[in-house]
């Protein structure tokens, strides 16, 4: 069987296909509009509000209180 190829692409936070209709990418990665949301808080988001980290997507307020003060915590 050949790989296919146009039509395989896999949203970055259900793995389901993504068409193009209801398409979103965001760090080369596509995603479904209705997936593209905070982990958080399941807020909507777009292309101007969204922050990205290992694969999950976050508010800007969630990306500020989950991941950067996750990351400037002084490593156990
Ligand atoms: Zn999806
Ligand atoms: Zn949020």
């Known amino acids: ?5 146009g039509g395989g ?3 970055g936070i ?3 296909t993504v068409y193009a209709q209801e398409r979103v990418e965001a760090g080369n990665i596509p ?3 209705l ?3 905070c982990k958080t808080c ?4 777009n292309l101007n509000n969204y922050a990205q980290s290992e694969g999950e997507l976050y508010c800007k307020n969630h990306f500020q209180s989950e991941v ?3 990351n400037t915590q002084t490593p156990v």
């Open 1 to 5: 069987m050949p790989p296919k190829f």
């Open 9 to 11: 692409e896999k949203c």
């Open 14 to 16: 259900c793995q389901k």
């Open 31 to 33: 995603f479904h509009k």
């Open 35 to 37: 997936c593209f949301k």
């Open 42 to 45: 399941k807020m909507s988001l």
């Open 68 to 70: 950067v003060a996750k």
